[in-house]
């Protein structure tokens, strides 16, 4: 019997022994509050429906949180992983991942300064601005492929607060950011706190995506979404987020 072949059977043993309390199931992860984070109640809210729906199943979600590159690379690399979170769909990932159901949704757009907003109606219409991105994170099909062809102007960063700061003091005129994100940083870090009053959301969303766990795509992977698939089936995701959220508020 191969290896992966009898890595796939225990884990479909592990769906259907639910009284395996010794099964650790990893995942590759990064920083990136509301969503997950080493530092928030339950690692964050996707980090605790992945624990939740583990522990209901008899096994213990671990999380290791690495710079988003790194997280994918060692997530696809190294069997000890069983996927990456959160992960928005691209075709390319497709390619190399099997998809959970999603896991969140993401409202994406852009940060700009009260005092310098900018109105666009398409992707086009920004060309000549400079964009701030986080390295590695995919920002929609049509935007990436704009800053593929050289049409839109990007200067790439660690993690979003790098970008997010950029444009609270003004060096950057615009950066992709979820949300939630934008919000979560505005109340806890210092830098973008002080100047929360002149900083906003882009009045124009760029796009609504769900994000998922990337599972490799073998028999072992196929074992671990169908497991988590059938927990997620039993979860509401937009109450869950905005209870989470309302707690972490107060």
């Known amino acids: 019997m191969s290896r992966r072949l009898a890595a796939a059977i225990l884990a479909l043993l592990a769906i259907s022994s639910p009284g395996r309390a010794d099964d650790v199931i990893r995942f590759a992860t990064l920083e990136w509050p509301p969503y997950v984070s080493s530092h928030?109640?339950?690692?964050?809210?996707?980090a605790k429906i992945l624990s939740d729906i583990?522990?209901?199943?008899?096994?213990?979600?671990?999380?290791?949180?690495?710079?988003w590159v790194r997280a994918m690379r060692y997530a696809q690399e190294d069997p000890a992983y069983a996927g990456y979170f959160p992960a928005y769909w691209t075709e390319e990932r497709a390619r190399t991942c099997s998809f959970s159901d999603p896991i969140g949704v993401s409202e994406v757009g852009f940060v700009?300064?009260?005092?310098?907003?900018?109105?666009?109606?398409?992707?086009?219409?920004l060309a000549g601005v400079r964009i701030g991105i986080v390295n590695g994170y995919a920002n929609g099909a049509e935007f990436d492929a704009l800053v593929a062809k050289g049409v839109l102007t990007t200067e790439g960063a660690a993690e979003d607060l790098d970008n997010l700061r950029k444009v609270a003091v003004g060096h950057l005129p615009l950066a992709v950011i979820d949300h939630a994100v934008m919000d979560y940083y505005a109340a806890t870090d210092s830098v973008v706190a002080a100047r929360r009053g002149e900083i906003e959301f882009n009045t124009k969303p760029l796009i609504e995506m769900t994000v998922h766990v990337c599972f490799k795509k073998n028999a072992e992977g196929a074992a671990f979404k169908q497991m988590f698939d059938e927990g997620l089936k039993q979860t509401d995701l937009r109450e869950m987020q905005r209870d989470y959220l309302a707690r972490l508020v107060h």
């Open 40 to 46: 928030l109640p339950g690692l964050g809210m996707t």
């Open 112 to 125: 700009q300064r009260k005092d310098a907003p900018v109105t666009w109606n398409k992707l086009e219409d």
């Open 54 to 67: 583990a522990q209901d199943r008899g096994s213990d979600a671990r999380f290791a949180f690495l710079p």
